[in-house]
């Protein structure tokens, strides 16, 4: 079982940053994929990106390449969600996810997930 508590979301003008933890709890962080979604309202949750368990492996959707970056602790139960140039259709609540296996873009394959953080982008 794992717990995941995200942090880090608040108010950011366009084109500025801000970079979202996950805290997982458990000794097996590491046996775990894992990846972050967003959900804007109205609309459907959607996937941003995820890493491998090792931390090696990532991939993102074509919406945040190359302005997001996802990175992961093992030493620390940590993966964060680095967000630079950020945009106003980037206002979301974020989750973090966890799978044990590979990391994939669908939600449904996540056991796990965090209560979200608000991020909210003003133009």
């Known amino acids: 079982q794992v717990q995941l508590v995200e942090s880090g979301g608040g108010l950011v003008q366009a084109g500025g940053s801000l970079r979202l933890s996950c805290a997982a709890s458990?000794?097996?962080?590491?046996?775990?994929?894992m990846g972050w979604f967003r959900q804007a309202p109205g609309k459907e949750r959607e996937f941003v990106a995820h890493i491998s368990r090792s931390g090696i492996t990532t991939y993102y959707a074509d919406s945040v390449k190359g302005r997001f970056t996802i990175s992961r602790d093992n030493a620390k139960n940590t993966v964060y969600l680095q967000m630079n140039i950020l945009k106003p259709e980037d206002a979301a609540v974020y989750y973090c996810a966890a799978r044990q296996g590979y990391g994939t873009i669908s939600s449904r394959e996540y056991a796990y997930w965090g209560q979200g953080t608000q991020v909210t982008v003003s133009s």
């Open positions: 458990g000794r097996t962080f590491g046996n775990y994929a």
